[in-house]
């Protein structure tokens, strides 16, 4: 549309999503037509919605609106905000993460994240490459999405707390789902009074499916892991393990030191199968 007279209708969108977003007041719903947007955008305003115009367009459908991120950029940057969600989008080939939660509260339903790519730069390039990355003690909804061939973790969460659910996660590469240092605890304390802090992280009847490493990686945190499939983990060239289902003490490059303890309620009759060693 003429971007001199767009103004959010029907009649006259935003030329972009980004532009949507800037011109976005609290509260206000940005729904996104099908089409391919080739632009990394961020949200910087609590109670946004970003959706999908058509709510009925499914993971994997083809019918989702794209976002193709340009090289070296993520999908959706959220940084400082709350009661943000994000529903029905598609996110291809985004650099470090599809959808980066920086100190944040926001769910994320019904997208579909393909194809990160790690950060070049070798300071950061074995630490990036998510499908979603949350860190900061932000607080992440996410359900009924698919992430696959991530370069890395398909979900990382890092002193933050989740619940993640209904999800499909397919061939990432470094794990389908790894949480650091997610200590409900130290959460509590960081977000204060009235932060809504799950007791724990919540891992629910999400399908895992031929991802390296490990299925699901639970390292220095607290989770409760409840009736998962978990099929085909493998191995890869930098790591020993092929695991369903990790949880570990988090420990420094020595190996010496602890970072942070582990602990995990895994019950509802999780399935693990298929797994290069355990």
Not at 126 to 137: I, K
């Amino acid at each position: 549309s003429d971007a001199g007279a767009a103004d959010g209708s029907r009649d006259f969108p935003y030329p972009s999503i980004g532009a949507a977003l800037e011109a976005a007041c609290q509260g206000t719903t940005v729904r996104v037509r099908a089409g391919e947007y080739p632009e990394s955008v961020a949200i910087r305003k609590s109670a946004i919605t970003l959706e999908a115009w058509d709510k009925g367009a499914l993971p994997g459908s083809g019918l989702q609106p794209v976002l193709v991120p340009p090289k070296g950029s993520p999908g959706v940057f959220v940084e400082g905000v709350r009661d943000v969600e994000i529903s029905g989008l598609e996110i291809r080939s985004a650099t470090t993460a599809g959808i980066w939660l920086e100190t944040s509260q926001v769910t994320i339903e019904s997208c579909s994240i393909r194809g990160t790519t790690p950060n070049e730069d070798p300071e950061y390039e074995q630490t990036t490459g998510f499908g979603v990355f949350a860190r900061g003690y932000s607080h992440c909804t996410l359900c009924e999405s698919l992430i696959e061939d991530s370069a890395n973790a398909g979900i990382m969460l890092r002193e933050s707390a989740a619940i993640i659910r209904s999800n499909r996660l397919f061939r990432n590469m470094q794990g389908a789902f790894m949480m650091e240092l997610c200590d409900p605890t130290a959460f509590a304390k960081a977000v204060g009074p009235g932060g809504g802090v799950p007791e724990l992280v919540r891992f629910e009847e999400n399908t895992l499916r031929d991802n390296a490493v490990f299925g699901i990686g639970v390292f220095g945190s607290h989770a409760s892991i409840i009736g998962n499939t978990v099929e085909g983990t493998t191995t890869n060239t930098a790591s020993a393990y092929g695991d369903g289902i990790v949880v570990s003490d988090l420990l420094d490059e020595t190996g010496e030191q602890t970072l942070g303890s582990s602990y995990a309620l895994v019950t509802g009759q999780n399935q693990v199968s298929g797994s290069a060693r355990v």
